[in-house]
């Protein structure tokens, strides 16, 4: 292989650093990347550790962003919220307006537009229980809404979600809020994909392993990063995200011991996640 595509390499694997730290120490880093490459061959190890590296720069800085670590976390628990609405909005094949309304609603939060993602949460959650607050009636009131949930502890995703928006807006610190990766924006495109590609089925069995592998892997990063970072930003993130589901389980036990494992994998990732943010931040403080 040549050199220059030894130095391509490197320099795409570089990016996850900030870049603020690739502007640095960037040179640095491909310099002595290269001389220690002296047959001009990626080295796996190398790669992997400059991946490693570079995610762990980035949840340092990310403990250290100006928003304060309930705000950060409470903003990521909401967005991963307004994504798995807008995944399952598409494969209900929900109306157009009604999808425009979700994907604004994680658009507004991808920027950390606090003060827009509120009337939309408060939409969301309002169209979401109308059969619950204001009749069974209320269904059917107009093809532009959203479904309707019949039970409160389906809502309690959307009581979140519209509870969060709320303490983000009023918060001093809503301005704070720092600008998230468009990356997320894979979960709805793969659930884009496991609806309407040939040979695939909203909610069939490719989609709940593709969704499991992503939360897993989701969970799996955050914990790692609560290791790193000595933050609980995320352990709060995944609470706001994994309880409702759990509590949903819990009240109405699945019959497949597929569906038990995997809501006891998730609280124990949960539960792995909230233990390392206390003990880090405890040890932080000494």
């Keep these: 292989m040549s050199e220059a595509f030894t130095e391509s390499w490197y320099r795409l694997f570089l990016r996850a650093f900030p870049s603020d730290h690739r ?3 960037g040179a640095e880093i491909l310099g002595t990347l290269m001389n220690d490459s002296p047959r001009r061959v990626p080295s796996p190890r190398e790669t992997a550790a400059l991946v490693t590296a570079g ?36 494969a209900d094949h929900a109306s157009p307006w009604w999808l425009a309304a979700s994907a604004a609603l994680v658009v507004a939060l991808l920027r950390g537009w606090a003060l827009a993602a509120l009337p939309l949460a408060l939409a969301v959650a309002l169209s979401t229980g109308r059969a619950m607050l204001l009749g069974t009636e209320a269904t059917g009131w107009s093809p532009f809404l ?38 997320w924006l894979a979960i709805p495109a793969a659930a884009f994909v496991l609806t309407y590609a040939p040979g695939f089925g909203e909610y069939g069995e490719t989609w709940q392993l593709v969704r499991a592998g992503m ?20 352990a709060l993130a995944a609470a706001i995200y994994v309880l409702p589901g759990l509590a949903s389980a819990l009240t109405n036990p699945p019959s497949s ?3 038990t494992a995997y809501w006891s994998a998730l609280a124990a990732l949960l539960l792995i996640m909230a233990a390392t943010g206390w003990r880090r931040a405890a040890k932080a403080r000494e």
């Design 23 to 25: 502007a640095e120490y």
């Design 215 to 234: 939360e897993g892997v989701l969970l799996l990063a955050g914990v790692w990063a609560t290791t790193i970072a000595r933050s609980p930003r995320w």
């Design 55 to 90: 995610f762990a720069a980035r949840a340092r800085k990310a403990a250290e962003g100006p928003a304060p670590w309930w705000a950060d976390g409470v903003h990521l628990g909401l967005l991963t919220l307004a994504l798995a609405n807008l995944a399952y909005n598409i």
């Design 146 to 183: 959203g479904p309707a949930y019949h039970n409160w502890v389906s809502l309690t995703p959307f009581g979140l979600l519209a509870v969060g928006a709320v303490v983000l807006a009023v918060s001093r610190r809503s301005r704070d809020l720092r600008t998230r990766p468009w990356w």
């Design 257 to 259: 011991l597929r569906y």
